[in-house]
């Protein structure tokens, strides 16, 4: 038997000196060897499914042509995320690489999400807005009209900016009105949604409430990036903007800044300061077209009097003078009257001819006699209402006219009446106004008036004199006001406090001896 022969039987088995590893340890280990590797690395992939459950956390997969790496956010972090992830976009996730044993995976835990260059985002802005659009949000029959002088005003921006200062100070400017904020975050991942709570509530606001609802709305930022201005891109937004009864104008970033709120907002500004100008008008350009308009009301009133005047004084120029009317008819008659007695005696006479040659029988008389009565009586109805008529037509056309007349004039005084009214609350609160100025002017001039007259009673000879000074005056009344000039004057006058005066008689002053020089100083010689 060969000592190296190897019995299969007694030797022990291939291996039996390995370590043997549970399965925790195992997996401990390789979580270990992975977040050791791949401490904190940048995936750049398109985002796969997404999955939100109720614990806040978010699942999604980072995958490529060839890959998928499954991807996990807490939900801590997820509310901080700028971009959160849609499926389909193109992202650069950084975070770090890890193990879940429960299922043998690996996974990456997502801490930032940036988009994958500003054509990513573009491209998913432009897709949203063709969504969008084909809802008919952003169709221009749906945009409302601004009010014309807002009496509230709600402004939806961030409190702390330079934005509302901007807005505050241009409507101050304009015509200052009343604005209510409602503060937001206008960038970062709360910003979608706290921009449109706050729209939602202004609409939610009651008539007549604690707190007033307003009559237009401004939602205002200041310029800034793509990625800064995104939370005006969102969908929750542009729904809230398109579903306000409240006309609203959207001022988002600079001039060359566009977003989706835009399109679906009634007006667009572009800045800030232009939203408030667009808000309410200048409140100079409206006292100054109140005052046209009222002028033009008062020409339009003078002359709505005078033309019915000069048509009244046209019409009786026309009509004459209603005694012209029948001097003719008056004339006439005087001649005819004259001509009636003699051809009516020359008929009693034919007929009475007649009668007497030809003898009528009583009752043919009396027959004939009745029937010209009754034809006179006919005539004279006639003539009687004829006459009626004719003066009664003209009454009537008078009258007429004048009952117009009375009511252009009742409607011109009514409105004169109105505009004399207005007039003169005005001219009584001017005057108010003006009373109160010159109360105030004259107040302050007897103010300064004051001040000047203790000035000069505090620099006046008496108040000199009280001081201890003394005037002294020399003949004629002279003040004298040099030594020497006292020296040559025969008389002086001394006026003291109280205009007491005490006349003396100047002495010779002596002749002042002259002064020594003093001796100058020895100069000594340093050898």
């Known amino acids: 038997m060969d000592l190296l022969d190897d019995d299969p039987e007694t030797d022990p088995p291939a291996g039996s000196n390995a370590h043997e590893f549970t399965v925790s340890e195992l997996s401990g280990a390789v979580k270990r060897s992975i977040e050791d590797q791949f401490g904190r ?3 750049r992939a398109e985002v796969g499914r997404v999955s939100r459950p109720g614990s806040g956390h978010l699942y999604f997969d980072l995958k490529d042509d060839r890959a998928c790496l499954a991807a996990v956010t807490w939900k801590g972090q997820a509310a901080r995320l700028i971009q959160a992830p849609e499926e389909g976009m193109e992202v650069i996730a950084t975070g770090r690489l890890t193990t879940f044993p429960g299922q043998s995976k690996y996974q990456m835990i997502v801490d930032q999400i940036e988009p994958a260059g500003a054509g990513a985002l573009m491209a998913m802005l432009e897709k949203r807005k063709k969504a969008l659009a084909a809802e008919g949000l952003f169709d221009p029959d749906r945009k409302r009209a601004l ?8 402004v939806v921006t961030s409190p702390s900016g330079a934005v509302i200062r901007d807005i505050l100070h241009r409507l101050r400017d304009r015509f200052p009105t009343r604005v209510v904020i409602w503060p937001v975050a206008v960038q970062g991942q709360a910003c979608a949604a706290q921009v449109s709570a706050a729209i939602q509530g202004f609409n939610a606001l009651p008539q ?21 201005l995104w939370g005006f891109n969102e969908e929750i937004v542009v729904r809230a ?16 800044d566009t977003t989706l709120i835009d399109f679906a907002s009634d007006r667009r500004a572009p800045t800030p300061t232009a939203a408030a100008e667009m808000a309410v008008p200048v409140r100079a350009d409206l006292a100054a077209r109140l005052a046209e308009s009222g002028a033009r009301m008062a020409r339009c009133n003078a002359q709505a009097i005078q033309r019915p005047r000069q048509r009244l004084r046209d019409l009786a120029r026309a009509l004459g003078r209603p005694a012209a009317l029948t ?4 004339q006439r008659l005087d001649l005819r009257g004259a001509r009636l007695e003699p051809a009516l005696r020359q008929l009693v006479r034919s007929r009475h001819q007649q009668l007497a040659s030809r003898p009528m029988p009583a009752a043919t008389l009396r027959q004939f006699t009745a029937a010209k009565r009754h034809g006179l ?8 209402l004829a006459g009626r008529r004719r003066t009664e037509r003209p009454r009537d056309r008078l009258v007429q006219i004048q009952e117009r007349l009375d009511a252009s004039l009742k409607r011109v005084t009514a ?20 009373d109160a100025a010159l109360r105030r002017g004259q107040g302050q001039r007897r103010q300064t008036l004051a001040r000047l007259d203790r000035m000069r009673q505090s620099l006046g000879p008496e108040e000199t004199l009280a001081r201890g000074f003394v005037i002294v005056r020399g003949p004629e009344d002279k003040v004298i006001t040099s030594a020497d000039a006292a020296g040559q004057a025969a ?3 001394l006026q003291f406090a109280g205009d007491r005066r005490v006349a003396v008689q100047p002495e010779t002053a002596p002749a002042r001896p002259k002064r020594r020089k003093p001796p100058a100083p020895e100069q000594k010689t340093l050898i």
Do not use: C, K
């Open 41 to 43: 690395v940048r995936v």
């Open 241 to 256: 903007a398109a579903a306000s009864t409240i006309p609203l104008i959207s001022a988002v970033g600079h001039e060359t």
């Open 377 to 384: 009586e006919r005539l004279e109805s006639r003539l009687d």
């Open 327 to 330: 001097e003719g008819a008056r």
């Open 491 to 493: 008389r002086l006058e």
């Open 415 to 434: 409105s004169t009446r109105r505009a004399i009214t207005q007039q003169a609350a005005r001219l009584t609160e001017l005057h108010q106004r003006l």
């Open 147 to 154: 009010p014309f002088l807002p009496r509230v005003i709600g």
């Open 208 to 228: 007549g409430g604690a707190i007033p609802r307003p009559d237009l709305i401004i939602v205002a930022r200041g310029g800034g990036s793509l990625e800064d």
